[in-house]
C-alpha cells in the first residue's frame, strides 16, 4: 500500500486512534476515508477497517462483505497480498453469527491463499487466525 495514499493516511490515523481507545475517532476517520474513496481500490481498503469499528455482527459482516466486493471488483496485483485477511474477516463474521458452513467456507479460502502473505509479524498474525478460525468453525455444532 501507497503510504502517501489519502485513504491510507485517513485509515492509519484511524488505526492510531483505535489504538489510543478513542474508537469514535477511529470510526469518524475511517468513515471519512470511505467517502473519499476514488475508486474500488481506496473504497476496498476504507470498507476493511470501517468493518473493525461496527457494534452488530450484521455490520461487520456489511462491511467485510464490501471489502472483499471491492477488491474482486479491482481484480489485480494492488489485492492479491488482501485476501487472506479479508477471507478471515469474512470466516469471522460468519463464525459470529453462527453459521458454520459458510464460516468454514471462507476460513479454507483464507488458508488457501496464505501464500500471498508475506513473512514476519502481520503474516503470521493471520495465518494463525486462519489456523485457529478452521478450528473453531469445524468444532462448531451442524
Known amino acids: ?30 468513515t471519512q476515508a470511505w467517502e473519499a474513496s476514488r475508486d474500488d481500490y481506496e473504497a476496498c481498503i476504507a470498507a476493511h477497517y470501517l468493518a473493525r469499528q461496527q457494534t452488530t455482527p450484521q ?46 467456507r471462507y476460513y479454507q479460502l483464507a488458508a488457501a491463499s496464505v501464500a500471498n502473505l508475506p513473512d514476519g509479524a502481520y503474516g503470521d498474525l493471520v495465518r494463525g487466525g486462519v489456523a485457529e478460525g478452521l478450528k473453531r468453525a469445524n468444532a ?3
Open 59 to 104: 455490520d461487520v459482516l456489511r462491511w467485510n462483505r464490501e471489502a472483499l466486493l471491492r477488491a474482486e471488483a479491482v481484480g489485480d496485483e494492488r489485492v492479491e497480498g488482501f485476501y487472506p485477511s479479508l477471507y478471515l474477516n469474512m470466516g469471522y463474521s460468519y463464525e459470529m453469527l453462527g453459521s458454520r458452513e459458510e464460516a468454514i
Open 140 to 142: 462448531m455444532p451442524a
Open 1 to 30: 500500500m501507497d503510504p502517501n495514499n489519502p485513504i491510507v493516511k485517513l485509515c492509519a490515523e484511524g488505526m492510531q486512534a483505535e489504538s489510543e481507545g478513542e474508537n469514535e475517532a477511529a470510526l469518524r476517520l475511517f
